[in-house]
């Protein structure tokens, strides 16, 4: 009984991870050098979806966490970048720096 119980929290608990992983990307954006934040985003919204569902399987409605009832986040644009125009400025003041350096 005690194990099922465990495992509840655990469910629960990356639930709430996830939700706040999914937040921090939509802010700051990933370090994923090869997937966009967008794909990263939604590869994070199937985890809540996931959790959710074993949520489910292991606890009956009244059971359910609170953070089981939060809406989930909408799927994202694939190509979506978190903070782009802060990006592009900067690369093009690295780009005018490069350029003047004679170097």
């Given at each position: ?40 985003m939604n ?10 569902s074993k ?32 990006i592009r ?15």
């Amino acid at each position: 009984m005690a194990r099922t119980n465990k495992r509840q929290e655990d469910y629960a608990a990356e639930l709430q991870k996830s939700f706040d992983h999914w937040e921090y990307l939509s802010v700051h954006g990933g370090s994923d050098p090869f997937w966009s934040d967008g794909v990263n985003m939604n590869l994070v919204r199937n985890h809540i979806f996931y959790y959710k569902s074993k949520i489910e399987e292991t606890m009956t409605p009244e059971q359910y966490p609170a953070i089981y009832h939060r809406e989930p986040p909408p799927e994202v644009d694939r190509d979506y970048m978190a903070r782009a125009d802060e990006i592009r400025a900067n690369a093009k003041i690295s780009l005018e720096a490069y350029k003047s350096n004679p170097d």
